[in-house]
């Protein structure tokens, strides 16, 4: 059972950076493949960025293609997202979600309970 507790959100004005951190116990990280979702107000869940395992194909959603990185250290058990360029409508709730196999749309075998990300102008 993998356990993952992501960390770094909160409050931030339109136009700035935010890094999320994604840490993982229970599991073995590097047999992991590792994804970024978010849950705006009222609407559905919806993907953000993906990670391979030794952290390469990298996938973005094109709504944040360009502004976001997502990395990984397997030394340290964490997955990242730099958040840069923020707009309003980034603001949502942030889950890091890992999966052993599947496509950077799932299924994802284990997800962290979230991080608040509110962008304000």
């Known amino acids: 059972q993998v356990q993952l507790v992501e960390s770094g959100g909160g409050l931030v004005q339109a136009g700035g950076s935010l890094r999320l951190s994604c840490a993982a116990s229970?599991?073995?990280?590097?047999?992991?493949?590792m994804g970024w979702f978010r849950r705006a107000p009222g609407k559905e869940r919806e993907f953000v960025a993906f990670i391979g395992w030794s952290g390469g194909s990298a996938i973005y959603a094109n709504s944040v293609k360009g502004r976001f990185a997502i990395s990984r250290d397997n030394a340290k058990n964490t997955v990242y997202l730099q958040m840069n360029s923020l707009k309003l409508e980034d603001t949502a709730v942030y889950y890091c979600?890992?999966?052993?196999?599947?496509?950077?749309?799932?299924?994802?075998?284990?997800w962290g309970q979230g991080t608040q990300v509110t962008v304000s102008s």
């Open positions: 979600a890992a999966q052993s196999r599947g496509s950077n749309l799932g299924p994802y075998d284990f």
């Open positions: 229970g599991g073995t990280f590097s047999s992991y493949r």
